[in-house]
């Protein structure tokens, strides 16, 4: 491994632990900071048993879609909510040097042929669905860490629209500096909105910036300038972030999306160590409070996934 991590063996053998850790979890390491790893809802579309609810909603191919991040180990929070090992980010300053965009997407690719070769047995998986998932189309820049921390995020962004892929970018907002500086739109921008104030913020992401509220709301001002479709997820944890639809109301003003989305915290991964089943809203309550956001931001129901506990607002 090159870099400035090259002569430093304490954190050299930190990081290959933190590697062997996800690896057992399913990802693919497939440069020094990126990775992949087959979404749930991949797996359930090719046997049968349903779709994200990003197909319901905005039309993608459950079984095609390469969930990836080129920024694994590097993050600017560390949520209380999120699914990852966040003691696995590297501190700030001592970033990783930017995997190449094309070796990342041809390797990912390939890393989730293998991830899904096993499917091709199974007498209850659609072999249609297999063969095309062979060629994915969709990549959901999300997987874990902060994607707007690669410097080369408008390259990738570009050579998957090369590759005829949509993309969908999914950003904390605090790097509005990157955002500004793309060249290169993806087809959708996700910007979290996990809290309704500063001190719920701080409460729930745990940020390890001092200024992230104010770059957060920095990214939703320049959300507007996008010409891609734009959505507000609002991350919901009940006692926590779960309350305040007019103080949201004003958050969603700045940034005018196309979409809202709030949608219920899961206790997945390493966060059922940090929150768990009881801080997860029922559906119903994510119905209600989107309802509550219909009345403060005049945007309307139009959808909505009972399974996922999300709701879809359009302006």
Avoid at 93 to 101: C, F, I, R, V
Avoid at 268 to 280: A, C, E, H, I
Wanted: one cysteine or more.
């Amino acid at each position: 491994m090159v870099g400035r991590f090259s002569s430093l063996s304490p954190t050299m053998d930190k990081l290959r632990a933190f590697k062997k850790g996800y690896e057992k979890q399913g990802y693919r390491v497939v440069g020094q900071n990126s990775a992949v790893k087959v979404c749930l809802w991949t797996k359930k579309s090719l046997l049968g048993s349903g779709d994200c609810y990003k197909s319901k909603f905005y039309g993608i191919a459950s079984w095609r879609c390469l969930q990836m991040t080129p920024s694994l180990f590097h993050c600017t929070h560390r949520c209380l909510f999120c699914w990852r090992k966040v003691e696995a980010t590297l501190d700030l300053g001592s970033e990783l040097p930017p995997d190449d965009p094309e070796e990342i997407i041809e390797r990912c690719i390939i890393a989730q042929r293998e991830l899904l070769s096993g499917f091709k047995g199974n007498p209850h998986v659609n072999m249609r669905k297999w063969s095309e998932a062979q060629h994915p189309n969709n990549a959901a820049i999300s997987l874990a860490g902060e994607p707007t921390m690669y410097e080369k995020l408008g390259d990738l962004l570009e050579e998957f629209h090369r590759r005829d892929f949509t993309t969908f970018l999914v950003t904390n907002g605090t790097m509005p500096e990157r955002l500004k500086g793309m060249e290169t739109e993806p087809t959708q921008l996700y910007i979290t909105l996990p809290a309704p104030d500063r001190d719920t913020y701080v409460k729930v992401c745990r940020p390890r910036i001092a200024d992230g509220w104010e770059r957060l709301n920095e990214s939703l001002e320049l959300m507007k300038s996008f010409s891609c479709r734009r959505v507000l997820r609002l991350t919901l944890v009940r006692g926590l972030s779960l309350r305040s639809p007019e103080a949201y109301a004003r958050l969603i003003d700045k940034a005018q999306p196309d979409f809202i989305e709030p949608k219920a915290y899961f206790p997945v991964g390493y966060s059922r160590s940090r929150l768990g089943p009881s801080f997860m809203p029922a559906h119903e309550e994510i119905r209600k409070f989107a309802a509550e956001l219909e009345k403060f931001t005049g945007y309307t129901i139009v959808d909505e996934s009972e399974k996922s506990r999300v709701v879809l607002l359009k302006a």
